[in-house]
T-cell receptor, first 112, second 114 residues
Framework: SQQGEEDPQALSIQEGENATMNCSYK?????LQWYRQNSGRGLVHLIL?????REKHSGRLRVTLDTSKKSSSLLITASRAADTASYFC????????????FGSGTQLTVLP | GAVVSQHPSWVICKSGTSVKIECRSL??????MFWYRQFPKQSLMLMAT?????????EQGVEKDKFLINHASLTLSTLTVTSAHPEDSSFYIC??????????FGSGTRLTVV
């Protein structure tokens, strides 16, 4: 079953603006990961944040994690048209033998 | 980082035929690989975990006789969709990696059964 729910489902912004995507989950986690998927392609790992971390940066990406609210956000600053893609959060659920549980994804469109 | 090569990128087949999809780990010996299925505008659903030298582990609701997985070497896992039907049309993606560090995905295979 899909644990992660992402919000919004779709987001359209102008180039140069910031894009924020949110992910909520239900169980305790070991870590939360964000992936990007261009249309018709595989997924690309963007960033991983562990349950004991609150914020992590990678280039123009900033991820926050609030384990008390069971939520995470992905911020892309100074967006570019090339950032247009679907973004998925995925949780590594604590105490579970399962592999990652993927969220429903956010379709980001950055308009030039 | 790890590189996963998936082939073919797309395939069209007739109903009733079988299709094989290959997933190769190019620079990493992957004892475990994962197969996902993705319907349009939806998320990834794990189908099965492929284990080198042993039987695959299938997720609930996935027919093991329908989706045959073989992981005969540390660098190659294959998924065969047997007696394909139009409802099997989907995007299939393989991956390898570690839940604690992240996964590397293949580029995916678009299967269309006509």
């Amino acid at each position: 079953s899909q644990q992660g729910e992402e919000d919004p489902q779709a987001l359209s912004i102008q180039e140069g603006e910031n894009a924020t995507m949110n992910c909520s989950y239900k169980t305790s986690i070991n870590n939360l990961q964000w992936y990007r998927q261009n249309s018709g392609r595989g997924l690309v790992h963007l960033i991983l944040i562990r349950s004991n971390e609150r914020e992590k940066h990678s280039g123009r990406l900033r991820v926050t994690l609030d384990t008390s609210k069971k939520s995470s956000s992905l911020l892309i600053t100074a967006s570019r048209a090339a950032d247009t893609a679907s973004y998925f959060c995925a949780t590594d659920d604590a105490g579970s033998a399962r592999q990652l549980t993927f969220g429903s994804g956010t379709q980001l469109t950055v308009l030039p | 980082g790890a590189v996963v090569s998936q082939h073919p990128s797309w395939v069209i087949c007739k109903s009733g035929t079988s299709v094989k999809i290959e997933c190769r780990s190019l620079d990493f010996q992957a004892t475990t690989m994962f197969w996902y299925r993705q319907f349009p505008k939806q998320s990834l659903m794990l189908m099965a975990t492929s284990n080198e030298g042993s039987k695959a582990t299938y997720e609930q609701g996935v027919e093991k006789d329908k989706f045959l997985i073989n992981h005969a070497s540390l660098t190659l896992s294959t998924l065969t969709v047997t007696s394909a039907h139009p409802e099997d049309s989907s995007f299939y993606i393989c991956s390898e990696g570690d839940r604690g560090y992240g996964y590397t995905f293949g580029s995916g295979t678009r299967l269309t059964v006509v």
